[in-house]
């Protein structure tokens, strides 16, 4: 029977709050990272088609979702990578296969870099790539005091429900219940300080050079009206990871966790089962 513990624990100097859902029947543990602005909750339609094969480790990275906001922390990929490795390490879960979506994508590819023999296989939902760092005029500006609050002004005039129509395809899916499990972090500004911090911090997502060393066996899932990082992200990906498959989901954006967790779920169970 799953047993699900859910608490936070302070690695690398901040506080990670995570979920970890035991199944004593495997011995394959799942470790789920969010995009940016999100937190776990993007992915609570996918766990409960997972459960009954594998342990699952959902992580809120900092400083979003209920993790800390320390502003002494580095939010650089990186750092955020050595973060999830050390509390998977800290929770005595030794190899893994792991699940990034957007953002949460980029920081599996640095585990995978940083720790290859751990990381046993990589599931990317429309993975963040190419991205290069904020651009100095940015960096600088975010040095201004209560620069904080011109993000929390950025944020509040793009808006949830707005920020959610640009990620899903089906504007149907956006309900309250999507609505506010979306804004419930940035209800306190400690977050919009941490965001300021991440700005500096960010150092752009790998180059094509480190993609092309990556071994780990990679299965991309991408949808196919996705706005935020469209499908051609997605395809050269694809080409600069040696070891990898790209499936295209129909009628999808971007959300793909909340928009298609069924097809998801299948695409993932096939692509493990025959590793």
Not at 218 to 225: D, K, N, Q, V
Request: hydrophobic share 40%.
């Amino acid at each position: 029977m799953t047993q699900m513990v859910s608490q936070a624990l302070t690695v690398n100097g901040n506080n990670v709050y995570y979920e970890l859902y035991s199944n004593p029947a495997s011995s394959h543990t799942l470790v789920m990272l969010h995009g940016f602005l999100s937190s776990s909750f993007s992915y609570r339609k996918l766990i409960p088609l997972l459960v009954k094969e594998y342990s699952i480790l959902t992580v809120d990275l900092p400083p979003f979702g209920k993790s800390g906001k320390d502003i002494s922390y580095t939010y650089s990929y990186e750092n955020l990578a050595k973060t999830v490795l050390q509390l998977t390490a800290n929770l005595n879960i030794g190899q893994f296969s792991v699940v990034g979506h957007s953002m949460g994508g980029q920081i599996s590819l640095n585990m995978m870099k940083l720790e290859p023999e751990r990381v046993k296989n990589g599931v990317l939902l429309c993975s963040s790539g190419y991205l290069k760092r904020a651009n100095r005029r940015l960096i600088y500006s975010s040095f201004i005091p209560y620069f904080h609050l011109y993000v929390k002004l950025w944020l509040a005039r793009s808006g949830v429900r707005k920020n959610l129509q640009n990620v899903v395809h089906n504007q149907a899916l956006i309900d309250d219940e999507m609505l506010f499990g979306y804004l419930q972090p940035f209800l306190e500004d400690d977050i919009f300080r941490a965001l300021t911090r991440m700005i500096r911090d960010r150092e752009g997502d790998l180059s094509q050079e480190m993609l092309k060393t990556i071994s780990t066996p990679c299965l991309l899932i991408w949808g196919e009206h996705d706005r935020v990082v469209p499908l051609r992200t997605g395809k050269q990906l694809h080409k600069d990871i040696p070891n990898s498959k790209l499936v295209i989901l129909k009628e999808a954006g971007h959300l793909v966790p909340e928009e298609k967790p069924e097809e998801v779920a299948n695409h993932l169970k096939q692509f493990l089962l025959a590793q």
